[in-house]
């Protein structure tokens, strides 16, 4: 409102003096015309004025004040361009001033291009008072950081009168740096000659830190900082080149840690993340600087290591690797140990590309886990055989339920003292169409490593305990049928409703079913599992631990235990009568399993010198095929029909 005014008053005064103007001229004019034409010397000298005279006067006069308008309208309009004019260049001047951005105008002509204004941006963005920028050169922005790409860019320009854009570091009056989005342009006079180069600064340090961190975080794990398998796949790119050019080989590792869910289980997942920084930190430390560390994923890291001249020098540094990883990690007063299991390929003769040495060295790392873990193997072509083999394997054995094409057989087991049969222990088999009978060591360890177990294990207990329950509507005489739980089975939170559905279901007595769970999966969560047996016992099922002596029980715990059989592996009944150890193993067992009112059944007895050994050792039962080998249902019901007994 008040800029209005002011422009209103300006204009207002502005007419006064055209007006005055104009009337002078009038006045002045007139009185010439008058003097000229003669008439008023005649009037002073009293003389006879001409009547033409008096209208030659009166025409001039017409003409005075005809130009005088003409001159009122001609001053007043280059007034109001003026005004217009000075408008817009205060307008400009303003926009300038309040502009966000800085910007510079230099001397052209002056041949060092020296500055001659800044705006109030300018010395906001820089730090510089205008005083301390104008008279020199911009150059003193850059500081010593004088090797820039987009500097040549901007010096090209200016030599050719050309704009240019460049993106350039520059610096604050207190020596940081931003980073400057520059515009350049040439301002030319009347002729085309350049005078003057504008320049327009974006300070846009903010916005590239952005654009780094989602770059970084676009091609680096979050939790160690190290490359992830975007990245890696770039550095294993430019390895390849390297090798290429120079005739070097590249090594290529995955790393996996072995169970370190076991470590996120027991002592949570921020004591697995320090832990994973932990072993980001060795791994890098271990390695040299010119070579790649990176995370895949979980648990799993990898090495790119290049210009080596041989398979020895790879080997010595995934020692290294091995041997830092090897020491204890403190995690909150607890030493914890971490293995290893690495696969490792190498440019060029395990592949070509990127994805195959990938695909090969996740092959050998498979073949390392296989191998027991905590070892290292390289890649041989026929691990991606293998591999293929056992996806092919998976995809059969996904639709294996749904076909129909598991069913069980039963191995009887025997009561020493009566030799009676007081149970059949339920077994899988898979008849693929295809594949023919598929040993259960080849699939049983598939399903348990991708869960499918979990709905294999359940059809066994369903059909185990019908079968049992058609035994008893046949007539014959109630036995146990005893069928293995996997580790992952007996993990399933509905486990015990499970069991109690299906023992209704098929109307089986609970007393008639009997568990069997590996020292393993008891041992490694004792104080869940004495919960879900006591469950178990409580609704009746018969419970015993299996494979005994392979593990490592505490004797404290197998007492709270509420199971009523202990099951010798056969790995120590094999030997039983010609190695001591394994001798004493097995009466160790039976004593024990006595001591604590369990019964104990010896598996694997396939030889009378077993047995007899067994007997006298005070055993209970045994299973094999001494007696028996496992049957269908249908000769079982054959065998019990029959009555058969083992002789005492």
């Known amino acids: 409102m008040t800029q209005r005014v002011s422009t209103d008053s300006a204009k207002i005064t502005d007419r006064r003096w055209i007006v005055r103007i104009a009337f002078l001229y009038t006045v002045l004019v007139g009185l010439w015309v008058l003097v000229q034409s003669g008439a008023l010397l005649a009037y002073l000298l009293d003389l006879e004025v001409q009547r033409v005279t008096w209208l030659q006067t009166f025409s001039g006069w017409f003409f005075v004040l005809a130009t005088a308008w003409l001159l009122y309208l001609l001053i007043e309009r280059n007034q109001r361009a003026a005004r217009a004019a000075a408008a817009a260049l205060l307008l400009r001047d303003r926009a300038i001033e309040s502009s966000v951005n800085a910007i510079i105008i230099t001397d052209h002509l002056a041949g060092d291009g020296s500055i001659i204004y800044v705006n109030p941006a300018f010395e906001r963005i820089t730090g510089y008072r205008a005083a301390e920028a104008i008279g020199r050169n911009p150059r003193f922005l850059y500081n010593e950081d004088r090797d820039q790409p987009g500097l040549q860019a901007l010096r090209t320009a200016v030599a050719r ?118 072993v980001a930190l060795r791994v890098s430390a271990g390695v040299r600087s010119l070579d790649t560390v990176a995370r895949l994923a979980g648990d799993e890291f990898a090495l790119v290591s290049y210009d080596h001249a041989n398979e020895d020098a790879v080997s010595a540094e995934l020692q290294r690797v091995h041997d830092t990883l090897a020491q204890p990690f403190n995690v909150d007063g607890r030493e914890i140990y971490v293995t290893t299991s690495t696969g490792v390929v190498l440019y060029p003769q395990d592949g070509k590309s990127v994805e195959e040495l990938l695909r090969n060295a996740n092959a050998a790392m498979h073949r390392a886990k296989a191998r027991g873990k905590n070892n290292a193997q390289f890649y041989a072509p026929d691990m991606n055989a293998r591999i293929g083999e056992r996806l092919d394997l998976y995809g059969k054995l996904r639709h294996a339920l749904e076909r129909g094409e598991f069913l069980l057989h039963y191995q009887p087991q025997v009561e020493l003292k009566s030799g009676g049969v007081v149970g059949v222990e339920a077994l899988i088999r898979w008849k693929h169409p295809e594949l023919g009978m598929v040993p259960p060591a080849r699939f049983i360890p598939l399903a348990e490593e991708t869960g499918l177990i979990v709905p294999i294990g359940e059809w066994v207990l369903r059909t185990a305990c019908a079968q049992n329950r058609k035994w008893q509507d046949a007539g014959l005489p109630p036995i146990t049928v005893a069928v293995n739980l996997s580790g992952r089975q007996f993990n399933q939170k509905d486990l015990v409703l499970m069991v109690a559905r299906t023992l209704r279901e098929a109307r089986l007595d609970p007393r008639y079913l009997e568990l069997e769970i590996t020292e393993g999966v008891v041992m490694d969560n004792p104080a869940e599992v004495i919960v879900t047996l006591t469950a178990l016992r409580d609704m009746g099922v018969q419970l015993s631990i299996d494979d005994f002596g392979t593990g490592y029980s505490s004797l404290n715990y197998l007492k709270r235990f509420p199971v009523n059989r202990l099951k010798i592996d056969q790995s120590f009944v094999r030997d039983i009568t010609t190695d001591a150890d394994d001798a004493a193993i097995a009466r160790a067992v039976i004593s024990l399993g006595h001591t604590l009112n369990l019964k104990v059944i010896a598996e694997g007895v396939e030889t009378k010198e077993q047995l007899t050994f067994l007997r006298l050792s005070g055993c209970d039962e045994k299973q094999g095929y001494y007696f028996s080998k496992p049957l269908p249902a249908e000769e079982v019901t054959e065998f019990l029909k029959a009555g058969r007994t083992l002789a005492v």
């Not at 050309?162 to 993106?167: D, E, I, Q, S, W």
């Not at 780094?212 to 430019?238: K, M, S, W, Y």
């Not at 790393?255 to 920084?277: H, Q």
Request: charged letters at 25%.
């Open 161 to 278: 009168n050309l704009p240019a854009h460049a993106l350039v570091r520059n610096y604050r009056r207190d020596g940081g740096m931003f980073w400057n989005d520059l515009h350049i342009a040439p301002v030319r006079d009347e002729s085309g000659r350049v005078t003057h180069y504008v320049g327009v600064q974006n300070d846009i340090t903010e916005t590239k830190r952005y654009q780094e961190a989602l770059e970084f975080q676009a091609n680096h794990d979050v939790l160690t900082g190290l490359p992830n398998c975007n990245l890696l796949q770039d550095r294993i790119r430019q390895a390849v080149v390297h090798a290429d050019r120079h005739r070097r080989l590249v090594a290529v590792a995955l790393v996996n840690l072995d169970n370190f869910a076991l470590v996120n289980d027991t002592l949570g997942r921020d004591a697995g993340d320090r832990v994973l920084k932990e």
